[in-house]
């Protein structure tokens, strides 16, 4: 999983670098708009097309009937019962091209959640960075230059976490590195506002999450530290002077954008 995951990584840095000086709403819809091509391709080769038009015409027909005969209960009824068995028809026609789109659209949001869900840390405003520690041993924590440790180390020993309040001082990616004994354990930080990757956790290996947290690759499995954590902020994508979390955006121009491409794709949905 972390190959995939550094795999993902690269390819969506690269993808995503000409927008970073850009607008966020501009480059996720660009973002939106490859996804709706790549569902749309799916759909075609993967669905029986003719039979999703042909199911498509029975339920239009069905409506048509229900207009037309709209004093005669027993045609509406016997239309409204058309009408559900072909809408089944039609889900089931649908699913196969969604399981084949489920897993690549999980990596896809895993891989978007980290560049557009956070909002970025601002130089000179504190932020906790917090460790959970396996065995309870202290940690001690090394900044480098643009990254100040204002506060000592507060221990919370039911919890098993140690708490350290730090400032950004310059814009840009900054590594920490968390020292339990002889071990080191690094954890990125992104100081900026625009386009970029922002990793909340860090957390050990395992499948749920290095799904879940694909931005770093994760920490030894059984080690002294099972989690390192930032706590950003999450944020939102200005949409004409609303504040829309990224994946209603995200999801809503895939939508749009699938409706508008189906024809010139030809493409039944």
Avoid: C
Wanted: hydrophobic share 55%.
């Amino acid at each position: 999983m972390s190959l995939l995951n550094s795999v993902l990584d690269t390819v969506f840095d690269v993808l995503l670098r000409p927008f970073a000086a850009l607008p966020v709403l501009f480059s996720l819809a660009i973002m939106s708009l490859g996804t709706a091509i790549a569902m749309l391709l799916v759909v075609r080769a993967t669905s029986n097309q003719p039979a999703l038009e042909a199911v498509k015409r029975r339920i239009h027909a069905a409506f048509f009937e229900i207009r037309l005969f709209n004093d005669d209960l027993r045609a509406i009824f016997r239309a409204q019962k058309e009408i559900l068995r072909y809408n089944a028809t039609y889900l089931r026609l649908l699913l196969v091209p969604m399981v084949w789109m489920v897993v690549p659209l999980a990596l896809i949001i895993a891989q978007l959640q980290f560049r557009y869900g956070y909002q970025g840390l601002a130089a000179g405003r504190p932020v906790l960075l917090t460790a959970h520690l396996r065995s309870g041993e202290r940690a001690r924590l090394d900044a480098p230059a643009g990254i100040r440790v204002e506060s000592d180390s507060i221990w919370f020993p039911a919890a098993k976490e140690m708490t350290w309040r730090i400032v950004p001082e310059t814009p840009g990616d900054h590594i920490v590195t968390l020292r339990v004994g002889n071990e080191a354990f690094t954890k990125a930080i992104h100081v900026s506002n625009g386009l970029a990757k922002r990793s909340p956790r860090r957390l050990t290996a395992g499948f749920v999450n290095e799904v879940l947290y694909p931005a770093e690759p994760p920490l030894p499995a059984g080690g002294p530290v099972d989690a390192i954590r930032v706590a950003y902020l999450e944020g939102d994508i200005d949409v004409f002077a609303w504040k829309l979390n990224w994946m209603v955006v995200f999801f809503v121009l895939s939508i749009v954008f699938a409706f508008v491409l189906r024809k010139p794709f030809g493409v039944t949905m």
